[in-house]
Protein backbone atom coordinates (compact mmCIF):
# COMPACT_ATOMS: atom_id res chain seq x y z
CA UNK A 1 0.00 0.00 0.00
CA UNK A 2 1.79 3.37 -1.00
CA UNK A 3 -0.28 5.61 1.37
CA UNK A 4 -2.98 8.98 0.22
CA UNK A 5 -1.44 12.60 1.33
CA UNK A 6 -3.23 14.26 3.39
CA UNK A 7 -2.26 17.68 2.02
CA UNK A 8 -2.61 20.47 5.22
CA UNK A 9 -1.82 23.69 2.56
CA UNK A 10 -5.16 22.43 0.62
CA UNK A 11 -7.39 22.06 3.69
CA UNK A 12 -6.19 25.24 4.92
CA UNK A 13 -6.73 27.11 1.96
CA UNK A 14 -10.48 25.09 2.48
CA UNK A 15 -11.19 26.51 5.81
CA UNK A 16 -9.30 29.97 4.69
CA UNK A 17 -11.82 30.19 2.34
CA UNK A 18 -15.11 29.19 4.33
CA UNK A 19 -13.83 31.88 6.96
CA UNK A 20 -13.31 34.46 4.53
CA UNK A 21 -17.06 33.95 3.91
CA UNK A 22 -18.52 34.13 7.77
CA UNK A 23 -16.05 37.20 8.33
CA UNK A 24 -17.67 39.10 4.94
CA UNK A 25 -21.27 37.84 6.94
CA UNK A 26 -20.51 39.20 10.28
CA UNK A 27 -19.82 42.45 8.32
CA UNK A 28 -22.65 43.07 6.40
CA UNK A 29 -24.88 41.43 9.20
CA UNK A 30 -23.67 42.36 12.47
CA UNK A 31 -21.14 44.99 11.55
CA UNK A 32 -18.20 43.05 12.91
CA UNK A 33 -14.94 42.94 12.50
CA UNK A 34 -13.09 40.26 14.21
CA UNK A 35 -9.54 42.23 15.28
CA UNK A 36 -6.29 40.34 16.67
CA UNK A 37 -3.27 41.57 18.18
CA UNK A 38 0.19 40.02 17.53
CA UNK A 39 3.46 41.09 19.85
CA UNK A 40 6.35 40.53 19.03
CA UNK A 41 9.42 40.74 21.34
CA UNK A 42 12.71 40.67 19.74
CA UNK A 43 13.92 40.17 16.45
CA UNK A 44 14.75 36.63 16.19
CA UNK A 45 14.40 35.49 12.33
CA UNK A 46 11.85 32.75 12.87
CA UNK A 47 9.52 34.19 14.82
CA UNK A 48 9.66 37.30 12.38
CA UNK A 49 8.47 35.34 9.81
CA UNK A 50 5.90 33.07 11.66
CA UNK A 51 3.96 36.72 13.01
CA UNK A 52 4.42 38.55 9.45
CA UNK A 53 2.61 35.30 8.26
CA UNK A 54 -0.10 35.42 10.95
CA UNK A 55 -0.54 39.42 9.56
CA UNK A 56 -0.55 38.83 6.25
CA UNK A 57 -3.01 36.19 6.77
CA UNK A 58 -5.32 38.20 8.66
CA UNK A 59 -5.45 40.78 6.34
CA UNK A 60 -6.62 38.45 3.24
CA UNK A 61 -9.41 37.48 5.38
CA UNK A 62 -11.06 40.71 6.21
CA UNK A 63 -9.40 40.46 9.85
CA UNK A 64 -8.83 44.02 11.48
CA UNK A 65 -4.56 43.21 12.45
CA UNK A 66 -2.36 45.07 14.58
CA UNK A 67 1.01 44.61 15.28
CA UNK A 68 3.51 45.83 18.24
CA UNK A 69 7.34 45.11 18.14
CA UNK A 70 8.70 45.43 21.15
CA UNK A 71 12.24 45.61 21.70
CA UNK A 72 14.22 42.30 22.85
CA UNK A 73 15.13 44.29 26.47
CA UNK A 74 12.03 45.34 26.99
CA UNK A 75 10.98 44.94 30.59
CA UNK A 76 8.43 42.54 32.25
CA UNK A 77 6.89 45.66 33.56
CA UNK A 78 6.69 47.27 29.77
CA UNK A 79 4.98 43.65 28.30
CA UNK A 80 1.99 43.41 31.05
CA UNK A 81 0.92 46.86 30.71
CA UNK A 82 0.45 46.29 26.94
CA UNK A 83 -0.87 43.15 27.62
CA UNK A 84 -3.49 44.91 29.96
CA UNK A 85 -3.99 47.63 27.47
CA UNK A 86 -4.66 45.19 24.89
CA UNK A 87 -6.97 43.05 27.31
CA UNK A 88 -9.20 46.64 27.47
CA UNK A 89 -9.15 47.20 23.82
CA UNK A 90 -12.52 46.50 22.26
CA UNK A 91 -11.40 46.41 18.76
CA UNK A 92 -9.33 43.50 19.60
CA UNK A 93 -10.64 39.76 19.77
CA UNK A 94 -7.43 37.51 19.76
CA UNK A 95 -3.83 38.77 21.60
CA UNK A 96 -1.24 36.33 20.10
CA UNK A 97 2.27 36.79 22.09
CA UNK A 98 5.10 35.10 19.78
CA UNK A 99 7.22 32.33 21.86
CA UNK A 100 9.68 31.92 22.61
CA UNK A 101 10.15 35.26 24.89
CA UNK A 102 13.89 36.56 25.56
CA UNK A 103 14.64 34.10 28.36
CA UNK A 104 14.32 37.47 31.14
CA UNK A 105 10.82 37.46 30.63
CA UNK A 106 8.88 35.34 32.39
CA UNK A 107 6.53 33.58 29.88
CA UNK A 108 3.95 32.03 32.15
CA UNK A 109 3.35 35.49 33.74
CA UNK A 110 2.50 36.92 30.20
CA UNK A 111 0.41 34.01 29.15
CA UNK A 112 -1.61 33.75 32.64
CA UNK A 113 -2.22 37.71 32.22
CA UNK A 114 -4.29 37.46 28.64
CA UNK A 115 -7.84 37.74 29.07
CA UNK A 116 -9.09 33.92 28.81
CA UNK A 117 -11.39 35.31 26.28
CA UNK A 118 -8.82 36.64 23.99
CA UNK A 119 -6.42 34.43 24.50
CA UNK A 120 -7.00 32.89 20.81
CA UNK A 121 -3.67 30.52 21.16
CA UNK A 122 -5.79 28.36 23.91
CA UNK A 123 -2.99 28.11 26.23
CA UNK A 124 -4.26 30.06 29.21
CA UNK A 125 -4.72 27.24 32.29
CA UNK A 126 -8.84 28.30 32.12
CA UNK A 127 -8.66 27.30 28.41
CA UNK A 128 -6.84 24.59 28.75
CA UNK A 129 -9.48 23.65 31.95
CA UNK A 130 -12.14 23.98 29.73
CA UNK A 131 -10.62 21.91 27.42
CA UNK A 132 -10.11 19.06 29.49
CA UNK A 133 -13.75 18.78 31.31
CA UNK A 134 -14.98 18.89 27.39
CA UNK A 135 -16.53 22.64 27.32
CA UNK A 136 -13.70 23.94 24.91
CA UNK A 137 -13.75 27.83 23.62
CA UNK A 138 -10.57 27.96 21.93
CA UNK A 139 -8.23 24.76 21.27
CA UNK A 140 -4.71 24.96 20.79
CA UNK A 141 -4.20 25.90 16.79
CA UNK A 142 -2.03 23.09 16.01
CA UNK A 143 -4.15 20.15 17.84
CA UNK A 144 -7.09 22.01 16.26
CA UNK A 145 -5.32 21.95 13.34
CA UNK A 146 -4.63 17.79 13.59
CA UNK A 147 -8.24 17.55 14.00
CA UNK A 148 -9.65 19.07 11.15
CA UNK A 149 -7.36 17.15 8.95
CA UNK A 150 -7.95 13.89 10.46
CA UNK A 151 -12.31 14.95 10.43
CA UNK A 152 -11.46 16.16 6.69
CA UNK A 153 -9.54 13.37 5.23
CA UNK A 154 -12.74 10.89 6.27
CA UNK A 155 -10.30 9.36 8.84
CA UNK A 156 -12.58 7.54 11.31
CA UNK A 157 -11.79 8.79 15.04
CA UNK A 158 -15.01 7.48 16.82
CA UNK A 159 -13.63 4.54 18.55
CA UNK A 160 -10.21 4.51 17.24
CA UNK A 161 -7.02 2.75 18.94
CA UNK A 162 -5.15 6.66 18.77
CA UNK A 163 -1.43 6.76 20.29
CA UNK A 164 0.01 10.50 20.82
CA UNK A 165 3.79 10.15 20.34
CA UNK A 166 5.21 13.16 22.65
CA UNK A 167 3.40 15.33 26.31
CA UNK A 168 3.88 18.78 25.34
CA UNK A 169 1.08 21.23 26.21
CA UNK A 170 0.80 22.26 22.96
CA UNK A 171 0.66 19.83 20.89
CA UNK A 172 0.83 16.00 22.91
CA UNK A 173 -1.53 16.70 25.80
CA UNK A 174 -4.05 19.09 24.44
CA UNK A 175 -4.07 16.78 21.06
CA UNK A 176 -4.96 13.70 23.71
CA UNK A 177 -7.84 15.67 25.31
CA UNK A 178 -9.28 16.78 21.87
CA UNK A 179 -9.49 13.00 21.11
CA UNK A 180 -10.36 11.50 24.00
CA UNK A 181 -13.52 13.60 24.66
CA UNK A 182 -17.20 11.87 23.68
CA UNK A 183 -18.04 14.56 20.88
CA UNK A 184 -18.03 14.73 17.20
CA UNK A 185 -14.82 14.35 15.96
CA UNK A 186 -13.52 12.59 18.74
CA UNK A 187 -14.62 9.58 20.81
CA UNK A 188 -10.90 7.87 20.67
CA UNK A 189 -9.01 5.69 22.93
CA UNK A 190 -5.90 7.77 23.61
CA UNK A 191 -2.52 6.38 24.87
CA UNK A 192 0.08 9.32 25.20
CA UNK A 193 3.96 8.54 25.09
CA UNK A 194 6.95 10.14 25.81
CA UNK A 195 10.58 9.86 26.78
CA UNK A 196 9.90 7.63 30.24
CA UNK A 197 7.69 4.74 27.41
CA UNK A 198 9.63 1.80 28.23
CA UNK A 199 8.52 0.12 24.74
CA UNK A 200 7.28 3.03 22.53
CA UNK A 201 6.74 0.59 19.28
CA UNK A 202 4.45 -2.01 21.51
CA UNK A 203 2.52 0.98 21.59
CA UNK A 204 2.69 3.21 17.97
CA UNK A 205 2.59 -0.82 16.45
CA UNK A 206 -1.86 -0.80 17.71
CA UNK A 207 -2.15 2.75 16.30
CA UNK A 208 -4.91 2.86 14.19
CA UNK A 209 -4.09 6.97 13.96
CA UNK A 210 -0.82 7.91 15.07
CA UNK A 211 -0.04 11.37 15.82
CA UNK A 212 3.97 12.47 16.31
CA UNK A 213 5.03 15.17 17.87
CA UNK A 214 8.63 13.98 19.31
CA UNK A 215 10.87 16.52 18.17
CA UNK A 216 13.08 13.66 16.30
CA UNK A 217 13.80 13.44 12.84
CA UNK A 218 12.57 10.00 11.53
CA UNK A 219 11.78 8.26 14.98
CA UNK A 220 9.18 6.44 14.11
CA UNK A 221 10.46 3.86 11.15
CA UNK A 222 8.14 1.20 9.36
CA UNK A 223 8.79 -1.56 11.72
CA UNK A 224 7.06 0.66 14.61
CA UNK A 225 3.37 0.62 12.59
CA UNK A 226 0.84 -1.44 11.29
CA UNK A 227 -0.54 -1.40 7.58
CA UNK A 228 -3.29 1.15 7.18
CA UNK A 229 -2.08 3.17 10.19
CA UNK A 230 -2.91 7.12 9.54
CA UNK A 231 -0.29 8.90 10.28
CA UNK A 232 0.08 12.86 11.24
CA UNK A 233 3.72 13.94 11.42
CA UNK A 234 4.00 17.20 13.84
CA UNK A 235 7.64 17.26 13.42
CA UNK A 236 9.82 19.43 11.70
CA UNK A 237 13.29 19.17 11.93
CA UNK A 238 16.20 20.55 9.85
CA UNK A 239 18.43 17.68 8.78
CA UNK A 240 20.59 19.07 6.32
CA UNK A 241 21.20 22.22 3.83
CA UNK A 242 21.49 22.57 0.32
CA UNK A 243 24.26 23.10 -2.19
CA UNK A 244 22.18 26.69 -2.33
CA UNK A 245 21.92 27.19 1.39
CA UNK A 246 18.05 25.82 1.40
CA UNK A 247 16.94 24.03 4.61
CA UNK A 248 16.42 20.62 4.44
CA UNK A 249 13.72 19.72 6.71
CA UNK A 250 12.32 15.83 7.77
CA UNK A 251 9.65 14.80 10.04
CA UNK A 252 9.77 13.30 13.52
CA UNK A 253 8.40 10.00 10.83
CA UNK A 254 10.38 8.05 8.53
CA UNK A 255 8.21 9.02 5.80
CA UNK A 256 9.77 7.26 2.57
CA UNK A 257 9.11 4.09 4.19
CA UNK A 258 6.22 4.12 6.39
CA UNK A 259 3.90 5.22 3.32
CA UNK A 260 4.04 1.86 2.60
CA UNK A 261 2.21 0.43 5.01
CA UNK A 262 -0.23 3.66 5.74
CA UNK A 263 -3.51 4.13 4.47
CA UNK A 264 -2.98 7.92 5.13
CA UNK A 265 -0.15 10.31 5.77
CA UNK A 266 1.03 14.04 6.28
CA UNK A 267 4.27 15.14 4.18
CA UNK A 268 6.46 17.73 5.71
CA UNK A 269 6.43 20.15 4.88
CA UNK A 270 3.14 21.19 3.68
CA UNK A 271 0.95 19.06 6.15
CA UNK A 272 0.49 19.81 9.55
CA UNK A 273 2.62 23.09 9.23
CA UNK A 274 -0.46 25.46 7.55
CA UNK A 275 -3.13 24.34 9.35
CA UNK A 276 -1.51 26.21 12.73
CA UNK A 277 -2.46 29.70 11.07
CA UNK A 278 -5.35 29.21 9.53
CA UNK A 279 -7.09 27.61 13.06
CA UNK A 280 -5.96 30.90 14.56
CA UNK A 281 -7.86 32.28 12.24
CA UNK A 282 -10.66 30.46 13.39
CA UNK A 283 -10.19 31.09 16.89
CA UNK A 284 -10.38 34.36 15.99
CA UNK A 285 -13.63 35.14 14.42
CA UNK A 286 -14.91 32.76 17.31
CA UNK A 287 -13.47 35.39 19.79
CA UNK A 288 -15.59 38.25 17.93
CA UNK A 289 -18.87 35.93 18.17
CA UNK A 290 -18.58 35.21 21.49
CA UNK A 291 -18.13 38.54 22.57
CA UNK A 292 -20.83 39.73 20.64
CA UNK A 293 -22.89 37.04 22.20
CA UNK A 294 -23.25 35.33 18.20
CA UNK A 295 -21.85 32.20 19.54
N1 LIG B 1 5.68 30.00 18.61
C1 LIG B 1 5.65 28.89 17.84
N2 LIG B 1 4.38 28.47 17.67
C2 LIG B 1 3.59 29.33 18.35
C3 LIG B 1 2.18 29.42 18.55
O1 LIG B 1 1.39 28.60 18.08
N3 LIG B 1 1.76 30.47 19.30
C4 LIG B 1 2.61 31.38 19.83
N4 LIG B 1 2.10 32.36 20.57
N5 LIG B 1 3.92 31.32 19.69
C5 LIG B 1 4.41 30.29 18.94
Redesign the pocket.
Known amino acids: MTAELIKGAEVARQIREELKQEIADLKEKHNIVPGLVTVLVGADPA ?1 QV ?1 VGAKEKTSKELGIYSERHDLPGDVTQEELMKLVDRLNKDPRINGI ?5 LPRHLKESEVLYAINPKKDV ?1 G ?1 HPVNLGKLMIGEPDYL ?3 PAGIQQLLIRSGTRIDGAEVVVVGRSN ?1 VGKPIANILLQKAPGANATVTICHTGTRDLAFHTRRADILIVAAGKAKAITADMVKEGVVVIDVGVNQIGTTADGKRILAGDVDFDTVKEKAKAITPVPGGVGPM ?1 ITM ?1 MMNTVKAAKLAAGLA
Do not use: E, G
Open positions: SYLVQLPDFPCTITL
